[in-house]
């Protein structure tokens, strides 16, 4: 059912007055804050209407009334107001990226930590279909006399970079040699056809056994276990919201955010126009009650993952998607993530 001009008034005045406060609105505080040309009995009626509708609902009797998950919704969609970044903002966000990220795992971690830094809230950043990334060139670098660096450059950038231990007396053109055997084994193939080496190559050089076995093993890592791909920042930030003040509701939060496999769920969805809102109400389907607003994260045309925020249902929603916006434009022109190059 639509809603009038009215109705959409009142309702998004209940959510700003709630965001602020955390107190059920009444009709005497929409008109003395937001909308004084309207009766207080007009607007009882129009709150009325609207929890009907299940826009609102009232915690007491004789209580002001709360949004609900669906005004939420609706408020992100169509009433809330657009803001710019401000200048600390801005400059929060500079902090964090500059040139010297040099892997997808830093992105994330950078990204996690100034959504959780501007927002007061926690900050998620993971990778989605990683499995799906193209494996463009494998590097080995000498670093010490035992010790290599095994570098990953795939189509969205390069990945956790790994080291392994090499014997003292190999020349430096071995690294040069397995470089270029083990980028023809994987190049041009997607990490999720690497899960059966064998398929790809029918015989592995002894010399170069150990250094295949440790590429391996970090490429599986990013398969098997798609919790170990979420970054969480700021999860202690969480104490200063009313909402969790109650210790058991704290306690719930912290265990969702102690074993990441509950997040993935919620985290991995679409939702239309990149952004997705998943809010969860008195412990639905085992989960605490709690919001969370993700958005996708392209660098260069390529989906790399997902970034955004976890919180309380009663969070300042017009914020926070434009911080998202923000971030999201400037992870899109990080030279971490551009195409990968065969011939370097």
């Not at 959409?8 to 709630?18: H, M």
């Given at each position: 059912?639509?809603?009038?001009?009215r109705?959409?008034?009142?309702?998004?005045?209940?959510?700003d007055?709630?965001?602020?406060?955390?107190?059920p609105v009444?009709?005497?505080?929409?008109q003395a804050?937001?909308?004084s040309?309207l009766?207080t009995a007009?607007?009882r009626?129009?709150?009325a209407?609207?929890?009907?509708?299940?826009y609102?609902?009232?915690?007491?009797?004789?209580?002001?009334?709360?949004?609900?998950?669906?005004?939420y919704?609706?408020?992100?969609?169509?009433?809330?107001?657009?803001?710019?970044l401000?200048?600390?903002?801005?400059?929060i966000?500079?902090?964090y990226?500059d040139?010297?990220i040099?892997?997808?795992d830093?992105v994330l971690?950078?990204?996690a930590?100034?959504?959780?830094?501007?927002t007061?809230?926690t900050g998620?950043?993971?990778?989605t279909?990683?499995?799906?990334?193209i494996?463009?060139?494998?590097r080995?670098v000498?670093?010490t006399?035992?010790l290599a660096?095994?570098i990953?450059?795939?189509?969205?950038?390069?990945l956790?970079?790994a080291?392994?231990?090499?014997?003292?007396d190999?020349p430096?053109?071995?690294?040069?040699?397995?470089?270029?055997?083990?980028?023809?084994?994987?190049?041009?193939?997607?990490?999720?056809?690497?899960r059966?080496?064998?398929?790809?190559?029918?015989?592995?050089?002894?010399e170069?056994r150990d250094l295949?076995?440790?590429?391996?093993e970090?490429?599986?890592?990013?398969?098997?276990d798609?919790?170990?791909?979420?970054?969480?920042e700021?999860?202690?930030k969480?104490?200063?919201?009313?909402?969790?003040?109650?210790?058991?509701k704290?306690?719930e939060?912290?265990?969702?955010?102690?074993?990441?496999?509950?997040?993935?769920?919620?985290?991995?969805s679409?939702?239309?126009?990149?952004?997705t809102?998943?809010?969860?109400?008195?412990?639905?389907?085992?989960?605490?009650?709690c919001?969370?607003?993700?958005?996708?994260l392209t660098?260069?045309g390529?989906n790399?993952?997902?970034?955004?925020?976890?919180?309380?249902?009663?969070?300042?929603?017009?914020?926070?998607?434009?911080?998202?916006?923000?971030?999201?434009?400037?992870?899109?022109?990080?030279p971490?993530?551009?195409?990968?190059d065969?011939?370097?």
């Amino acid at each position: 059912m639509s809603l009038s001009e009215r109705k959409e008034k009142i309702l998004r005045a209940v959510i700003d007055s709630y965001v602020d406060s955390c107190q059920p609105v009444s009709s005497a505080d929409i008109q003395a804050n937001y909308l004084s040309a309207l009766s207080t009995a007009t607007i009882r009626n129009e709150l009325a209407a609207l929890e009907d509708m299940g826009y609102l609902d009232q915690p007491h009797t004789s209580a002001g009334r709360i949004p609900t998950a669906s005004a939420y919704k609706l408020y992100v969609e169509r009433l809330m107001p657009r803001r710019e970044l401000s200048s600390s903002e801005l400059e929060i966000v500079s902090k964090y990226f500059d040139e010297k990220i040099s892997e997808i795992d830093d992105v994330l971690r950078s990204t996690a930590k100034v959504i959780s830094e501007i927002t007061n809230l926690t900050g998620v950043a993971c990778f989605t279909n990683v499995g799906e990334a193209i494996i463009g060139n494998i590097r080995i670098v000498k670093i010490t006399s035992t010790l290599a660096l095994v570098i990953i450059v795939t189509d969205i950038g390069v990945l956790k970079d790994a080291t392994v231990t090499v014997p003292s007396d190999v020349p430096e053109e071995y690294f040069a040699k397995a470089s270029a055997f083990i980028t023809a084994s994987f190049g041009g193939h997607r990490i999720e056809e690497v899960r059966n080496p064998e398929r790809l190559i029918c015989e592995i050089k002894d010399e170069f056994r150990d250094l295949f076995d440790t590429i391996l093993e970090v490429l599986r890592g990013y398969l098997d276990d798609s919790s170990e791909n979420i970054v969480l920042e700021g999860s202690s930030k969480l104490l200063k919201q009313p909402e969790y003040s109650n210790v058991g509701k704290a306690r719930e939060m912290f265990e969702m955010l102690e074993s990441k496999e509950k997040l993935v769920p919620a985290i991995s969805s679409k939702g239309d126009l990149g952004l997705t809102i998943n809010i969860s109400n008195d412990g639905e389907d085992g989960s605490p009650e709690c919001a969370i607003v993700t958005a996708n994260l392209t660098t260069h045309g390529v989906n790399i993952g997902k970034a955004g925020v976890i919180g309380p249902i009663r969070m300042d929603y017009s914020k926070i998607v434009s911080v998202l916006d923000y971030i999201s434009k400037t992870i899109e022109d990080l030279p971490v993530a551009k195409k990968f190059d065969k011939d370097n």
